[in-house]
């Protein structure tokens, strides 16, 4: 028996249980939005093809699920690249699907193709930073082409895929029997551990170590191996610290949690791991912010330091630090190893109260450093009050997603995080624009749980067309916009170095401007608050939170820069022997 591609798609998708699809029509993927009409699936419908990439991301790492973007060719090819490419270098699970120009029209260069060095070749684009990129040219194959997408996607280190469908294949009809031969193939692939000799080794190291220490990267995140970290922790008494996309990897109220490493680092953190004599790092690639441009002075002082690296991906094991010893192997297994020979070897575990009380001291040191800017009242607010109101309304199991400026860095910094996975910051790529739309795609995936948006004026106003697909599904997502009427961090860096905010504020007449994104939101349909006193800005957030709707609360906020202690090699291109980093810009 023969149906169309584009229908039997659709019931391999429900197959799979996929319950979300998002993303955009266009004339080359009505076929399969036709399909969806009477599917179990959803459609979620979007005003740009970014915010359908983004709400896909947002949704695979609250679901834990592999996410499927379908998208137009040409222009919604290219519109939706910004946020897969995000994805891919934060390592996230994601098929995309794009319609593409009629196969029987290569060559003639049809609508909205995209053929300037090669026919039928849209698919290229997107081949820097997907794991794999298919272009489909025969019906038959489209079946397999899904398994193998699927498959690669989720295998391995995670990351996007795309396959690149001509319009005229999704409405050929093919043999039922060659979707349903793929029933018969493993959905999830068994993941490589780690052996007891190997495990032996590490664990002996860590225990003959003076000063170890554990480096979470987001890997263990990813690896869902959260609960087997702290368990080798709370054995074996060893500090952790963490990579931005490692926060929440450890609950930030957990005694031997330091904080996260690199520019937006405290010295602390960066001194205790530069004195390590030994660290395991789990899942983490060594970034250049995390690691301050891996200047030796800062935060890593390898191979003074000794390195045991785990990862899933062999080729970030070396890549920026020798190490001694390199393991390929999925953390939630490795780490279930490592715990059965550490309590074989020392079945009581071992204190390490000193070095608790230390970290305690520590933290209670720099709370006391930023108190007087957390209990400000002055308007437009202190970014460290705006955060720690946030964190006080909140539930601990929420879910906060960030855009870049403070609600990125400031967040890493001094925003505690209490659960595995609930913190959604663009990461690798490190995108304004993302924290708004991955917001709703973590609400559609998390229902139950609070979800909110803290982003910048300059991320928001990006793609505030995020608010009718909010509006249109009742999404009840709340946005924080932190709002200091520029691209604030790089306002800060500019004035620091070159004297000037030219390009990097925004102005009407010479004064500092806004729009009123509360306004905005009412004119999508959406509640907006804007705050005019710093005492409005707490019973607001409490207010929408409570009215389970869609929120958006504007609050003006001072433009200062996030303290760091660590340091990020772009300073030296700006001015060569100083010592300077970001400043802050008032208005």
């Known amino acids: 028996m023969k149906q169309p591609v584009a229908h039997q798609f659709v019931r391999y998708l429900e197959n799979r249980g996929i319950q979300h699809i998002f993303g955009l029509c266009g004339h080359t993927n009505i076929a399969v939005l036709s399909a969806l009409e009477n599917s179990t699936i959803k459609f979620v419908n979007t005003r740009h093809e970014q915010i ?4 896909a991301d947002g949704y695979a790492r609250a679901k834990k699920q592999t996410s499927v973007v379908l998208t137009h060719l040409g222009p919604g090819l290219t519109n939706a690249a910004t946020g897969v490419a995000n994805a891919a270098l934060d390592s996230i699970p994601m098929v995309v699907i794009a319609g593409d120009v009629p196969s029987h029209f290569y060559g003639k260069h049809p609508h909205q193709e995209i053929n300037l060095h090669a026919d039928a070749s849209q ?10 990129a298919w272009r489909v040219d025969r019906p038959d194959l489209f079946p397999e082409i899904m398994e193998k997408a699927f498959q690669l996607a989720e295998s391995g280190r995670p990351g996007p895929v795309l396959v690149s469908v001509p319009m005229d294949i999704f409405s050929k009809e093919i043999d039922v029997a060659l979707f349903d031969r793929l029933k018969h193939h493993t959905k999830h692939l068994h993941k490589p551990s780690i052996d ?10 860590l225990i003959e170590a003076k000063h170890p220490l554990i480096y979470a990267g987001g890997g263990v995140i990813l690896a869902d191996a959260a609960s087997e970290l702290r368990e080798m922790v709370d054995h074996l008494s060893i500090p952790v610290a963490y990579t931005l996309m490692g926060k929440g990897a450890i609950s930030d109220d957990h005694p031997f949690a330091l904080g996260m490493t690199g520019f937006w680092g405290t ?27 891996w200047e030796p002075e800062y935060t890593f002082h390898f191979p003074t330091t000794k390195l045991i690296h785990i990862d899933i991906d062999p080729n970030e094991i070396g890549r920026n630090y020798p190490a001694e010893i390199g393991v390929v192997a999925d953390l939630k297994q490795a780490l279930t190893v490592l715990n059965r020979v550490a309590k074989e070897i020392i079945p009581g575990g071992r204190q390490n109260e000193a070095f608790k009380r230390k970290i305690a001291e520590y933290k209670e040191e720099f709370r006391n450093k ?18 720690q109101e946030v964190r006080e309304v909140l539930p601990k199991d929420a ?6 400026g403070w609600n990125k860095n400031g967040v890493g910094q001094q925003f505690p995080v209490y659960e595995a996975g609930t913190i959604l910051t663009p990461g690798g790529y490190a995108t304004m624009g993302f924290g708004a739309p991955a917001a709703l795609g973590a609400k559609i995936a998390q229902p139950d749980k609070v979800v909110v948006s803290l982003v910048g004026d300059g991320g928001f106003g990006q793609n505030p067309s995020v608010l009718a697909t909010a509006a249109e599904e009742n999404i009840p997502v709340v946005w924080v916009v932190m709002n200091n009427f520029a691209y604030g961090t790089i306002a800060g860096l500019q004035k620091a170095h070159y004297g000037t905010t030219h390009g990097t504020v925004f102005q009407r007449d010479g ?12 004119a999508y349909g959406v509640e907006g608050v804007k705050i005019q006193s710093a005492e409005e800005f707490k019973p607001a957030l409490q207010r929408a939170i409570a009215s389970n709707q869609p929120f958006v609360i504007d609050v003006a906020m001072l433009n200062e820069p996030v303290p760091t202690a660590g340091h990020w090699n772009i300073m030296d291109i700006y001015s060569p022997h100083k010592k300077v980093h970001h400043v802050s810009v008032s208005h």
């Open 123 to 132: 698919y290229e684009i997107y081949r820097p930073f997907v794991k794999r």
């Open 52 to 55: 359908a990439a983004h709400m």
């Open 196 to 205: 007891d000799e190997t495990a032996r080794q590490i664990i002996e190291k």
């Open 267 to 293: 010295k602390f953190v960066n001194d205790t791991c530069r004195n390590a004599d030994l660290i395991l790092a789990l899942g983490t690639r060594f970034s250049e912010a995390d690691c301050s441009s």
């Open 370 to 387: 930023i108190r007087v800017h957390v209990e400000d009242h002055s308007y437009p607010m202190r970014p460290e009050r705006i955060l």
């Open 511 to 522: 004064e500092p401007y806004s729009p009123d994104f509360a306004a905005i939101a009412k």
């Open 399 to 404: 879910y906060i997603t960030t855009d870049v």
